[in-house]
Nanobody
Framework: QVQLVESGGGLVQPGGSLRLSCSGSGNIYSIYLMGWYRQAPGKQRELVATMTEDGKPNYADSVKGRFTISRDNAKKTSYLQMNSLKPEDTAVYYC????????????????WGQGTLVTVSS
């Protein structure tokens, strides 16, 4: 029943900006950690940014100063604002939730979104 759905990907020129959204639905009471990962063609999935439920962010060195993660706990939604985009940012971006609390019989859940493609190219 619990799902994460990403939106906001697309084609953008180098130096441009995009904002990704990740919307949770279903039986969700709380999510301790929400984050964004990405996977470029031929590469492993890597962490981009995370944020705890009390607002503590963590960023990969490659995106520090360019990307900003935020979240709205009431809406069960996270956002990734991406500025000064580079061709090397091209990847499928995945939303991630860890220590999700919903159905009490399930305990903590880990959930991934389906991914949204970001292409940075001229």
């Amino acid at each position: 029943q619990v799902q994460l759905v990403e939106s906001g990907g697309g084609l953008v020129q180098p130096g441009g900006s995009l904002r990704l959204s990740c919307s949770g639905s279903g039986n969700i009471y709380s999510i301790y950690l929400m984050g964004w990962y990405r996977q470029a063609p031929g590469k492993q999935r890597e962490l981009v940014a995370t944020m705890t439920e009390d607002g503590k962010p963590n960023y990969a060195d490659s995106v520090k100063g360019r990307f900003t993660i935020s979240r709205d706990n009431a809406k069960k939604t996270s956002y990734l604002q991406m500025n000064s985009l580079k061709p090397e940012d091209t990847a499928v971006y995945y939303c991630h939730a860890d220590r999700l609390v919903g159905d009490p019989q399930l305990g903590y859940q880990e959930v991934w979104g389906q991914g949204t493609l970001v292409t940075v190219s001229s």
